[in-house]
């Protein structure tokens, strides 16, 4: 039973606790049992015979309640005297960390100290100037007995540790596996303020190890959003911990969870509870109206539960007991009602102007905080409405899956706004390992440098109401390998209560470049108009006239040529080049002597663009999304819809089992992600049609630039590579069932009674296209390498195959080399998420190999894919980023190539005369030689 001995009040009417007798406290028991008993009897008794004692039995107990609802969250007023954490490991070594550069998130986010870092007993006890005699420590023995650790960082970026204030970690676990993931959406009704995420948190999850190698040490684990409200959250440390179970974990766990720290102290910690507006609550078919009266349903409940348990503390406090009976409690709705007292961070996930307003509505009317609103998207079309809410707590939080209006710049509107701005994970969605990712990203669109930071460390923390400890040089730190917002920013080693988690970690050294903070373009004109046009500015291209145009200032001239890229021009010392292009078709480059302008017919109208140090390089290539056959993911109407796969279930007769989609006749123009793409300089697209059983079908390419589709050069190829896919996906046949269809196929077995003949696997079993198999699995992939072969054998060609995918296949590198298969890896950073993906080469600074660098020095075509369509324009940050990470072993051409010639190759794209960007710090302008023409943004 809990005891509540400190927290009564200090004279507590009618009560005189006295020690007593063990017999006499069975007396006083019976006699007020028998007084009881009389009463309720007959209330007619004169008032002689009413109970003597007017104390009931639990008096003690409901009074000690009673004080307890008056205690707020918060850590308890002494909290910083501590000297030892209450997480702290015994054993654990103290470590000075030495010429540091320390991001501390104070003033502001401003704060920079340069000198050392000191951990002990799993709190940082000195920052900057630190002189260990003066914590009268003795140096010399504790060296001697390898009790302190000293490390040079020289001058590395040490940042508090990373806070991820939406995950599912643990709970939606990696990788996915029926029996420890799917834990996180309980689907028995809309309203279940009384789950807890923490009675599914799997220990064993992968993502831990990973997230931790991000920077990632405390993360909030939020239950799903399939409820509008779907229970309690659970803050935790990533940390492995000796006793190995969930609760371990818990930082600050509620009192109704286990007695912590706090325990009897003037303040109890804080407590989280998920909320979610919007579509999501139509698991169960809810509009938006039932979800918000189940809602109020759900408050007005809590609060007649409030109002209760308030008057029954009145009434006990001033000694009527008399027919109070017992406190008046509800085990579900007890955390509903601790909402209502403000000690429930509530965070709620919500998207639109219209979910936002219905929300905040819902807190003035039961007049409760909001910790955080996550996802956001329309958040910065609507800061007033926020502005309304009740106890203004304006913590937003976005991430870049952007629900159709959602913009890149809504951080920084939103910050000007002078609302704060958080980034979060909603791990796996995205993947909590490159949260720091998010943080960089919100900075390039405009966000200050020292918001950012604090976006995604110090912002958070307070977001969970453990600022006191977390998101600030306190208890867990990063020492980064550059500036942490430059981009691949990598830890080298991470210390959670003062334990480093890094085993030997690989280090990679970055550029000096990377020391500092980048320096973002300026995107002012981009993010007014986003506003203006409330999250959909016309994003069309306008075509550049006259039709010659003189680029100066330029640095860099890498064209392709003959399927492969060369760097023709670089400048030389401080003189920049120039590059004149006419008619789509940069005609000469150089130093400005090489393009002498006055050879040019007479009369003819040249614009001048300075391009102010940028490069010309080749646009790029995005594969691996839905990207032009489908606009909102969640939306069907929106899209081509789904292939019919002859292997899981039945093709209308007038379909056929032979048919082969091709993904052209789909094909749909103008996009959003398409045009946002085009503009980060990813000018083509080739994508499968899409499906989610083993057939996919026949590939195309297309200009993501292109308003429609029957304008010159928007059809790039219409046919580029067959599609298929191998592997444990959503309700397939076994594996070998696939395989076995697939050498039917191509083989062209005449017994093959699914398919019959079928002309696009002939052509791929002669070579005449690729085949582009998705495939996971290092078996499966060992599989197709022997599948190959047998073919080839049989058939007398040789087959063009591609793996997309291929998570596992570094397991197989010699092999796949020797069969000559190409590769794109998808994602390009790999992630365990289901089990055939479970064997990922992790890169640094868990693994000195990169999978990309690997594969490249084997000489095998290598391409990156991505896996959802927004993420399309970020693909010049992925090429920037695989380069980074393979330290110095690849090339800036043999970057570019991942995402222009080799993924041509690979896809049975054409890669001759490919478009051309400016890539430095932001795309000015896209030659277009197909259409003769250039577009400027
Ligand atoms: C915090 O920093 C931001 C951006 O640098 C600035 O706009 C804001 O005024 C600062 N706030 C305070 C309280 O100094
Ligand atoms: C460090 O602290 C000790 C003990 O307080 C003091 O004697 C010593 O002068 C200090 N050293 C420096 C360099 O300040
Ligand atoms: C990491 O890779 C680099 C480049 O291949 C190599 O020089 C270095 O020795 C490797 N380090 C380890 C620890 O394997
Ligand atoms: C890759 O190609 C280069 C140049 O043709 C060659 O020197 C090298 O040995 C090859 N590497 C492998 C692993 O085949």
Same mark, same amino acid.
């Given at each position: 039973?809990?005891?509540?001995?400190?927290?009564?009040?200090?004279?507590?009417?009618?009560?005189?606790?006295?020690?007593?007798?063990?017999?006499?406290?069975?007396?006083?028991?019976?006699?007020?049992?028998?007084?009881?008993?009389?009463?309720?009897?007959?209330?007619?008794?004169?008032?002689?015979?009413?109970?003597?004692?007017?104390?009931?039995?639990?008096?003690?107990?409901?009074?000690?309640?009673?004080?307890?609802?008056?205690?707020?969250?918060?850590?308890?007023?002494?909290?910083?005297?501590?000297?030892?954490?209450?997480?702290?490991?015994?054993?654990?070594?103290?470590?000075?960390?030495?010429?540091?550069?320390?991001?501390?998130?104070?003033? !502001?986010?401003?704060?920079?100290?340069?000198?050392?870092?000191?951990?002990?007993?799993?709190?940082?006890?000195?920052?900057?100037?630190?002189?260990?005699?003066?914590?009268?420590?003795?140096?010399?023995?504790?060296?001697?007995?390898?009790?302190?650790?000293?490390?040079?960082?020289?001058?590395?970026?040490?940042?508090?540790?990373?806070?991820?204030?939406?995950?599912?970690?643990?709970?939606?676990?990696?990788?996915?596996?029926?029996?420890?993931?799917?834990?996180?959406?309980?689907?028995?009704?809309?309203?279940?303020?009384?789950?807890?995420?923490?009675?599914?948190?799997?220990?064993?999850?992968?993502?831990?190890?990973?997230?931790?190698?991000?920077?990632?040490?405390?993360?909030?684990?939020?239950?799903?959003?399939? !409820?509008?409200?779907?229970?309690?959250?659970?803050?935790?440390?990533?940390?492995?911990?000796?006793?190995?179970?969930?609760?371990?974990?818990?930082?600050?766990?509620?009192?109704?969870?286990?007695?912590?720290?706090?325990?009897?102290?003037?303040?109890?910690?804080?407590?989280?509870?998920?909320?979610?507006?919007?579509?999501?609550?139509?698991?169960?078919?809810?509009?938006?109206?039932?979800?918000?009266?189940?809602?109020?349903?759900?408050?007005?409940?809590?609060?007649?539960?409030?109002?209760?348990?308030?008057?029954?503390?009145?009434?006990?406090?001033?000694?009527?007991?008399?027919?109070?009976?017992?406190?008046?409690?509800?085990?579900?709705?007890?955390?509903?009602?601790?909402?209502?007292?403000?000690?429930?961070?509530?965070?709620?996930?919500?998207?639109?102007?219209?979910?936002?307003?219905?929300?905040?509505?819902?807190?003035?009317?039961?007049?409760?905080?909001?910790?955080?609103?996550?996802?956001?998207?329309?958040?910065?079309?609507?800061?007033?409405?926020?502005?309304?809410?009740?106890?203004?707590?304006?913590?937003?939080?976005?991430?870049?899956?952007?629900?159709?209006?959602?913009?890149?710049?809504?951080?920084?509107?939103?910050?000007?706004?002078?609302?704060?701005?958080?980034?979060?994970?909603?791990?796996?969605?995205?993947?909590?390992?490159?949260?720091?990712?998010?943080?960089?990203?919100?900075?390039?669109?405009?966000?200050?440098?020292?918001?950012?930071?604090?976006?995604?460390?110090?912002?958070?923390?307070?977001?969970?109401?453990?600022?006191?400890?977390?998101?600030?040089?306190?208890?867990?730190?990063?020492?980064?390998?550059?500036?942490?917002?430059?981009?691949?920013?990598?830890?080298?080693?991470?210390?959670?209560?003062?334990?480093?988690?890094?085993?030997?970690?690989?280090?990679?050294?970055?550029?000096?470049?990377?020391?500092?903070?980048?320096?973002?373009?300026?995107?002012?004109?981009?993010?007014?108009?986003?506003?203006?046009?409330?999250?959909?500015?016309?994003?069309?291209?306008?075509?550049?006239?006259?039709?010659?145009?003189?680029?100066?200032?330029?640095?860099?001239?890498?064209?392709?040529?003959?399927?492969?890229?060369?760097?023709?021009?670089?400048?030389?010392?401080?003189?920049?080049?120039?590059?004149?292009?006419? !008619?789509?078709?940069?005609?000469?480059?150089?130093?400005?002597?090489?393009?002498?302008? !006055?050879?040019?017919?007479?009369?003819?109208?040249?614009?001048?663009?300075?391009?102010?140090?940028?490069?010309?390089?080749?646009?790029?290539?995005?594969?691996?999304?839905?990207?032009?056959?489908?606009?909102?993911?969640?939306?069907?109407?929106?899209?081509?819809?789904?292939?019919?796969?002859?292997?899981?279930?039945?093709?209308?007769?007038?379909?056929?089992?032979?048919?082969?989609?091709?993904?052209?006749?789909?094909?749909?123009?103008?996009?959003?992600?398409?045009?946002?793409?085009?503009?980060?300089?990813?000018?083509?697209?080739?994508?499968?049609?899409?499906?989610?059983?083993?057939?996919?079908?026949?590939?195309?390419?297309?200009?993501?630039?292109?308003?429609?589709?029957?304008?010159?050069?928007?059809?790039?190829?219409?046919?580029?590579?067959?599609?298929?896919?191998?592997?444990?996906?959503?309700?397939?046949?076994?594996?070998?069932?696939?395989?076995?269809?697939?050498?039917?196929?191509?083989?062209?077995?005449?017994?093959?009674?699914?398919?019959?003949?079928?002309?696009?696997?002939?052509?791929?079993?002669?070579?005449?296209?690729?085949?582009?198999?998705?495939?996971?699995?290092?078996?499966?992939?060992?599989?197709?390498?022997?599948?190959?072969?047998?073919?080839?054998?049989?058939?007398?060609?040789?087959?063009?195959?591609?793996?997309?995918?291929?998570?596992?296949?570094?397991?197989?590198?010699?092999?796949?080399?020797?069969?000559?298969?190409?590769?794109?890896?998808?994602?390009?950073?790999?992630?365990?998420?289901?089990?055939?993906?479970?064997?990922?080469?992790?890169?640094?600074?868990?693994?000195?190999?990169?999978?990309?660098?690997?594969?490249?020095?084997?000489?095998?075509?290598?391409?990156?894919?991505?896996?959802?369509?927004?993420?399309?324009?970020?693909?010049?940050?992925?090429?920037?980023?695989?380069?980074?990470?393979?330290?110095?072993?690849?090339?800036?051409?043999?970057?570019?190539?991942?995402?222009?010639?080799?993924?041509?190759?690979?896809?049975?794209?054409?890669?001759?005369?490919?478009?051309?960007?400016?890539?430095?710090?932001?795309?000015?302008?896209?030659?277009?030689?197909?259409?003769?023409?250039?577009?400027?943004?």
């Amino acid at each position: 039973m809990t005891k509540w001995p400190h927290i009564l009040p200090l004279n507590p009417p009618n009560i005189t606790p006295r020690p007593r007798k063990f017999l006499g406290n069975l007396f006083l028991v019976f006699i007020l049992l028998a007084g009881l008993h009389l009463y309720f009897l007959d209330p007619t008794l004169p008032t002689l015979f009413r109970p003597v004692a007017k104390l009931p039995l639990h008096a003690e107990q409901s009074l000690a309640r009673c004080a307890s609802l008056k205690l707020s969250s918060g850590p308890p007023a002494n909290f910083h005297n501590r000297k030892e954490s209450d997480r702290f490991v015994p054993g654990t070594k103290a470590t000075l960390l030495h010429n540091a550069r320390i991001w501390t998130g104070e003033n !502001n986010g401003t704060e920079v100290l340069h000198g050392d870092v000191f951990i002990d007993k799993g709190i940082i006890q000195g920052v900057g100037n630190v002189n260990l005699s003066a914590f009268g420590l003795d140096v010399e023995r504790m060296l001697a007995r390898g009790e302190l650790k000293v490390v040079d960082v020289n001058g590395a970026w040490v940042t508090p540790g990373i806070v991820d204030p939406h995950s599912h970690l643990g709970d939606a676990s990696s990788p996915a596996l029926d029996g420890a993931s799917g834990d996180d959406n309980s689907l028995k009704g809309t309203i279940q303020p009384w789950l807890r995420s923490l009675d599914g948190l799997n220990t064993h999850d992968d993502s831990y190890r990973l997230s931790i190698a991000g920077g990632v040490t405390t993360a909030l684990v939020l239950p799903g959003s399939a !409820n509008a409200i779907g229970g309690q959250a659970f803050t935790i440390k990533l940390r492995k911990t000796a006793e190995r179970s969930p609760t371990s974990m818990l930082l600050e766990p509620p009192r109704d969870v286990i007695n912590s720290h706090n325990e009897g102290g003037d303040h109890i910690p804080w407590r989280q509870m998920k909320h979610a507006c919007g579509k999501k609550g139509r698991v169960y078919g809810d509009t938006r109206m039932d979800t918000f009266w189940a809602f109020r349903q759900a408050y007005d409940k809590a609060r007649q539960i409030k109002e209760k348990q308030d008057a029954y503390c009145s009434a006990a406090l001033a000694g009527q007991w008399a027919g109070l009976g017992e406190f008046p409690s509800d085990l579900q709705w007890e955390a509903l009602v601790d909402v209502l007292r403000g000690r429930v961070r509530v965070q709620t996930h919500c998207y639109e102007a219209v979910d936002l307003d219905d929300l905040i509505r819902l807190s003035n009317e039961f007049k409760f905080p909001i910790a955080a609103v996550h996802h956001a998207h329309e958040a910065y079309l609507v800061p007033d409405v926020l502005k309304r809410a009740y106890d203004v707590f304006p913590f937003l939080l976005r991430y870049k899956r952007e629900a159709y209006r959602g913009s890149e710049f809504a951080a920084r509107i939103l910050s000007e706004n002078d609302l704060n701005v958080v980034v979060k994970s909603d791990h796996p969605v995205l993947n909590s390992r490159y949260l720091l990712y998010e943080a960089q990203q919100v900075h390039y669109y405009g966000l200050p440098a020292n918001l950012a930071l604090a976006a995604a460390t110090t912002l958070p923390a307070q977001v969970l109401g453990l600022g006191h400890r977390i998101g600030y040089i306190k208890e867990d730190l990063v020492v980064w390998d550059s500036h942490p917002l430059a981009l691949g920013a990598t830890p080298t080693q991470v210390f959670i209560d003062g334990i480093p988690q890094l085993d030997a970690p690989h280090v990679i050294s970055k550029p000096t470049t990377f020391q500092g903070p980048p320096k973002v373009p300026n995107f002012d004109h981009e993010a007014k108009e986003a506003v203006a046009f409330e999250g959909l500015p016309p994003l069309l291209p306008e075509r550049a006239s006259p039709d010659t145009i003189l680029f100066t200032g330029v640095s860099s001239v890498i064209l392709p040529g003959r399927g492969e890229l060369a760097e023709v021009f670089s400048r030389q010392g401080d003189e920049p080049g120039v590059a004149l292009v006419q !008619n789509g078709d940069v005609i000469c480059y150089g130093a400005a002597a090489a393009c002498p302008l !006055n050879e040019l017919a007479d009369g003819e109208q040249v614009r001048v663009v300075d391009l102010q140090g940028g490069a010309i390089s080749p646009g790029l290539l995005t594969y691996g999304s839905p990207l032009g056959l489908q606009e909102i993911e969640a939306e069907v109407s929106t899209g081509d819809g789904w292939v019919f796969d002859p292997l899981t279930g039945r093709v209308p007769k007038l379909v056929g089992d032979n048919t082969v989609v091709r993904a052209v006749d789909a094909l749909q123009f103008a996009g959003r992600d398409a045009l946002l793409a085009y503009r980060a300089g990813v000018t083509k697209a080739i994508v499968a049609p899409v499906h989610r059983g083993f057939f996919g079908g026949l590939g195309t390419s297309f200009s993501t630039g292109a308003a429609r589709k029957l304008d010159l050069g928007a059809v790039i190829q219409e046919v580029t590579a067959l599609h298929i896919s191998v592997g444990h996906f959503s309700s397939r046949p076994s594996i070998s069932t696939q395989i076995a269809v697939l050498r039917g196929l191509l083989l062209n077995l005449p017994d093959d009674s699914i398919n019959g003949v079928s002309k696009p696997f002939r052509d791929a079993a002669r070579g005449l296209i690729p085949v582009v198999v998705e495939a996971y699995s290092a078996d499966v992939i060992a599989t197709l390498i022997l599948l190959k072969k047998e073919v080839e054998e049989k058939i007398g060609a040789t087959i063009q195959m591609t793996i997309a995918g291929a998570t596992e296949a570094h397991l197989l590198v010699k092999e796949i080399a020797e069969a000559n298969i190409g590769i794109i890896f998808r994602p390009s950073r790999p992630f365990p998420a289901v089990w055939e993906q479970r064997r990922v080469l992790p890169g640094p600074p868990l693994s000195n190999e990169t999978e990309i660098a690997l594969f490249l020095s084997h000489n095998i075509t290598v391409g990156i894919g991505i896996e959802e369509a927004w993420s399309a324009r970020n693909t010049r940050f992925d090429v920037g980023w695989a380069a980074l990470e393979a330290g110095g072993r690849i090339s800036k051409i043999q970057a570019l190539a991942l995402a222009s010639t080799n993924l041509e190759k690979l896809l049975g794209g054409n890669a001759e005369g490919g478009d051309l960007f400016s890539f430095e710090s932001k795309v000015v302008g896209v030659v277009l030689p197909r259409r003769r023409s250039v577009d400027l943004f």
